[in-house]
C-alpha cells in the first residue's frame, strides 16, 4: 500500500491510501478529488493530471513525453510539476504529497 495525500488549491487536503501500481492520477479519479481530470486515462498525453510535487527524491525521472506534455499545462509549469500518470504508488513511492493546480483546462 502506499499513501497520496492532494492538497488542493482551496488549503484543503484529502488522503488516499492505494495499491502498488496506482497513479497518482487515477487515485485522484477514483478517490473524487476536485481539480485532477485525467483526459487521456493515463497516456502522457495530455496535461490534466498536472500535480506540484515538493520532493521528489526517488521518482523516475521526467520523460521525453511527459516532458512534452508539461510544456502544455493550463497552470503554471514549474520544476515541481509532474503529470499524476506517470507516479505509480508502490513502484515510485510510498508516501507522496502532490499539490493540485488552479486548473487543468
Known sequence: MARIEYRN?????????VTAGTSVMRAALEGGVAGIIGECGGQAMCATCHVYV????????????????????????????????????????????????????
Open 9 to 17: 488549491p482551496d488549503g484543503s487536503r484529502q488522503q488516499i491510501e
Open 54 to 105: 515538493p520532493d521528489q527524491a526517488g521518482l523516475p525521472p521526467v520523460s521525453e513525453d511527459e516532458e512534452e506534455m508539461l510544456d502544455c499545462t493550463a497552470a503554471e509549469r514549474t520544476g515541481q510539476s509532474r503529470l499524476g500518470c506517470q507516479l505509480r504508488g508502490g513502484e515510485h513511492f510510498t508516501e507522496l504529497t502532490v499539490h493540485v493546480p488552479e486548473t487543468q483546462v
